[in-house]
């Protein structure tokens, strides 16, 4: 090679390594000491393809930026709700605010009207102070002129007697009062079967098997309903025995050659009896407040019509 082939060999590598120096200044060029240094060696030795590498090599990759939050995602969609207009915000608070004023005139409402029917049933002598079948004479009174009869028994059967430590707990009573409370229930019946047992058994066509058969519950409706298809015979005993209950009558009918009013006289007296077998144990004014305590003791309650169709409520009007 001649001096000046050699000279402008030299000139060209410096032309080369003074452009690497200056993009070696760039910024996002990686590596940039490392291929500067392999692109003049290469440069030297005259390798050409070596030098299109370096410089390819040298170019910055283009990087993308990737969003943080995916486009639909669940994350956008609760920055949306967040992002609620003040109109539409405003407009919720003031329908909530409404909302809450009519709720407070429908209580104010309501409680108007129930004082005024409170008013009402006073001023007809419609108000009641007492359970629904805790009868007195006026009670009585009534019911005979309405030709009904509303009875109040124990419950009969063994199972629905006992009194398990929730019912005990409502009533306020102790374990040691479930014995008497259970020879109370047993008591009754043997009362009420021995009132019913024979009528039923009549009712049935004289069978006191089948009587057995179909229980204290049934054969009280078997009487009852026996003895209206025999020309209205319960009517007519209830009515002498509400007579009796109400004070109007001084002695029980129970010579009236009816056989009905010795039933309807013992079933009307059953829930008196079994009260005052409680007070023995519990005491007159605690054996009455058990008896008449809402989900307390077992009870069957029943309300017949027998001389026409009763108000549901009773026969002395409205009830509270």
């Given at each position: 090679?001649n001096?000046?082939?050699?000279?402008?060999?030299?000139?060209?590598?410096a032309?080369?390594?003074?452009?690497?120096?200056?993009?070696?200044?760039?910024?996002g060029?990686?590596?940039?000491?490392?291929?500067a240094?392999d692109?003049?060696?290469?440069?030297?030795?005259g390798?050409?393809?070596?030098?299109?590498?370096?410089?390819?090599s040298?170019?910055?990759?283009?990087?993308?930026?990737?969003?943080?939050?995916?486009?639909?995602?669940?994350?956008q969609?609760?920055?949306?709700?967040?992002?609620?207009?003040?109109v539409?915000?405003?407009?919720?608070?003031?329908?909530?605010?409404?909302?809450?004023?009519?709720?407070?005139?429908?209580?104010?409402?309501?409680?108007?009207s129930?004082?005024?029917?409170?008013e009402?049933?006073?001023?007809?002598?419609?108000?009641?102070?007492?359970?629904?079948?805790?009868?007195?004479?006026?009670?009585?009174r009534?019911?005979g002129?309405?030709?009904?009869?509303?009875?109040?028994?124990?419950?009969?059967?063994?199972?629905?007697?006992?009194?398990?430590?929730?019912a005990?707990d409502?009533?306020?009573?102790?374990?040691?009062?479930r014995?008497?409370?259970?020879?109370?229930?047993?008591?009754?019946?043997?009362?009420?079967?021995?009132?019913?047992?024979?009528a039923?058994?009549t009712?049935?066509?004289?069978?006191?098997?089948?009587?057995?058969?179909?229980?204290?519950?049934?054969?009280k409706?078997?009487?009852?309903?026996?003895?209206?298809?025999?020309?209205?015979?319960t009517?007519?005993s209830?009515?002498?025995?509400?007579?009796?209950?109400?004070?109007?009558?001084e002695?029980?009918?129970?010579?009236?050659?009816?056989?009905?009013?010795?039933?309807?006289?013992?079933?009307?007296?059953?829930?008196?009896?079994?009260e005052?077998?409680?007070?023995?144990?519990?005491?007159?004014?605690?054996?009455?407040?058990?008896?008449?305590?809402?989900?307390?003791?077992?009870?069957?309650?029943?309300?017949?019509?027998?001389?026409?169709?009763?108000?549901?409520?009773?026969?002395?009007?409205?009830?509270?």
């Open positions: 090679m001096a000046t082939a050699t000279l402008v060999a030299g000139i060209a590598a032309l080369v390594i003074g452009v690497l120096i200056g993009r070696a200044w760039e910024p060029v990686p590596n940039v000491g490392a291929s240094t692109a003049s060696a290469t440069m030297a030795s390798d050409a393809s070596s030098s299109s590498r370096a410089s390819v040298l170019r910055p990759s283009k990087v993308r930026d990737s969003p943080a939050t995916p486009p639909g995602s669940k994350a969609e609760d920055a949306k709700g967040q992002g609620q207009s003040p539409a915000r405003e407009a919720a608070v003031k329908e909530l605010a409404k909302l809450k004023q009519e709720h407070v005139a429908l209580k104010e409402a309501l409680k108007a129930n004082e005024k029917m409170a009402l049933e006073t001023a007809a002598g419609l108000t009641r102070d007492r359970h629904q079948f805790d009868l007195n004479q006026e009670d009585w009534k019911l002129e309405a030709g009904a009869l509303m009875l109040r028994l124990p419950c009969a059967s063994e199972e629905s007697a006992r009194v398990d430590d929730e005990l409502r009533l306020g009573l102790a374990p040691d009062d014995p008497a409370i259970a020879e109370a229930y047993r008591h009754s019946r043997e009362r009420q079967w021995a009132a019913l047992g024979s039923c058994a009712a049935l066509g004289g069978s006191i098997e089948k009587a057995r058969e179909r229980g204290l519950q049934s054969c409706h078997l009487v009852i309903q026996h003895g209206q298809d025999q020309g209205n015979k009517l007519d209830v009515r002498r025995v509400a007579s009796f209950r109400a004070g109007d009558s002695a029980p009918p129970k010579d009236s050659g009816n056989p009905l009013d010795s039933v309807m006289l013992a079933l009307t007296r059953e829930a008196g009896l079994f005052a077998e409680l007070a023995e144990a519990l005491g007159p004014a605690e054996a009455h407040r058990v008896m008449f305590t809402q989900d307390g003791l077992c009870f069957v309650e029943s309300t017949f019509g027998l001389d026409k169709p009763l108000r549901a409520d009773g026969p002395w009007g409205l009830e509270r």
